[in-house]
């Protein structure tokens, strides 16, 4: 098991603290055999000097030799003074302090252990409070309390396991919050959706009540509500494939397909899909750039991207203008700049230009709003970016891969 650190903490203490006990009694234990030592010595000594003076012809290499000899003497003539050399000192004095280290010892180690056992019992303490905390913190997370906070800074499971609970409450918070969010922009969404089909939709079925109701209309007037129905069915067309491929997005349903491409491809293939709306308002695209730059990237959702931004600039100029692109490869990116010489967009609408059926004051009646969001959406999963500049002699798009 690892990071054990308050453990660890505790089993240093209980370690300093046994080697303090053991230094202790290794001095107690020293001191005892000097006291042991002299209170013997001094016997011994008295002793030898009551011999020295009684048996003045022993010599005091005799007397050493007896002291030194090795081997036990069989002989307990100390029994009729009261000693017993088993069981007891012969000096009387070491028998008492023996007693008293004896004691004393004990008293030590018995603190030693209590103090011991203290340290235990707070570490076990500490343990069953955190325990209780995060089970606490566990039954607020069940109850949606996401404002729970954390702090911790040891490494210790405990605390390991503190954190990563608060990461839980954090991403579960998060998760709330977005959810909270999704809830209102799908409300928000429902809502601009619906206000978007409301207002084709009534207009086809007026159309149609009129033709339906006057069996002799006018020709002409006949096939302009026809025409009309036709334009109306196809804007909401258009809105309803927009909304499917940005739920695909949202959902992560879509898995790109990424290859190396031509970026001179992919504008030409975009420029092709808004053919149409640029013979109607005779609008000219110039385009230039270095034919050997390529990009990695979804050909086909790069393509829907560009063509959103060149219908967006087509939409914005006037007719028998021009539009401008220009590409190219710098050292960290590639690039795409597509520049019209429309009317521009105000600095109020410009920061809200890529949001979700947003339609600035200058936008064309039957925008949607819808494409430049999916062409950020489309351009940003592979790997790019999008920004814009406009002011009153037009709007210029620039791309950046960054691959």
């Known amino acids: 098991m690892k990071n054990k650190i308050e453990l660890k903490k505790c089993l240093f203490k209980v370690l300093i603290f046994s080697i303090c006990l053991l230094l202790l009694f290794l001095v107690i234990n020293i001191y005892e055999y000097q006291i042991y030592t002299s209170n013997f010595n001094n016997k011994i000594n008295n002793i030898v000097d009551a011999i020295e003076r009684k048996y003045p012809d022993l010599t005091e290499k005799e007397i050493v030799e007896i002291l030194n000899s090795k081997g036990s003497n069989k ?3 100390l029994k009729k003074y009261g000693i017993s050399l088993r069981n007891k000192s012969i000096v ?3 028998d008492k302090k023996y007693h008293e280290f004896l004691i004393f010892n004990l008293c030590i180690l018995a603190l ?33 309390n996401y404002s729970l906070k954390i702090d911790s800074n040891s490494e210790d499971e405990l605390s390991i396991l503190k954190n990563e609970i608060y990461k839980t409450t ?28 409301k207002t084709p939709l009534t207009s086809i079925l007026v159309m149609l009540d009129n033709l339906i109701d006057d069996a002799d209309m006018d020709k002409g007037i006949r096939e302009d509500f026809i025409r009309d129905i036709k334009r109306n069915i196809m804007n909401i067309n258009f809105l309803v494939q ?49 034919n050997e730059t ?29 539009i401008e692109i220009n590409y190219g490869k710098y050292n960290v990116y590639s690039y795409i700049e597509i520049k019209d010489f429309g009317q521009g967009i105000s600095s109020r609408d410009i920061k809200h230009i890529f949001e979700r059926f947003y339609k600035g004051e200058n936008s064309d009646n039957e925008s949607i709003g819808i494409g430049l969001a999916l062409a950020k959406v489309i351009i940003e999963e592979d790997n790019g970016s999008i920004t814009v500049e406009s002011n009153n002699k037009g709007t210029k798009f620039i791309i950046k891969y960054f691959n």
Request: with cysteine; hydrophobic share 40%; net charge positive.
């Open 92 to 94: 009387l004095e070491n």
């Open 294 to 322: 390529i990009i990695t990237c979804d050909f086909k959702w790069q393509v829907e991207a560009i063509t959103n931004i060149l219908k967006n600039s087509i939409d914005y100029s006037k007719c028998n203008q021009s």
């Open 75 to 77: 002989s307990e003539i």
């Open 170 to 197: 954090v991403m579960l918070k998060e998760t709330a919050e977005n959810s909270k969010k999704d809830k209102k922009n799908l409300k928000t969404s429902l809502e601009d959706i619906s206000h978007q089909l």
């Open 112 to 144: 030693g252990i209590s103090f011991l056992i203290f340290l235990f019992i707070i570490y076990i303490k500490r343990r069953d409070k955190e325990i209780k905390d995060i089970t606490q913190y566990i039954e607020a997370l069940n109850k949606k």
């Open 242 to 290: 927009s909304i499917l491929k940005l739920s695909k997005f949202d959902a992560n349903t879509i898995n790109f397909l990424k290859e190396k491409r031509l970026l001179k491809d992919i504008l030409n293939e975009a420029i092709k899909n808004v053919s149409t709306l640029c013979d109607l308002k005779n609008i000219k695209i110039n385009i230039k750039g270095d």
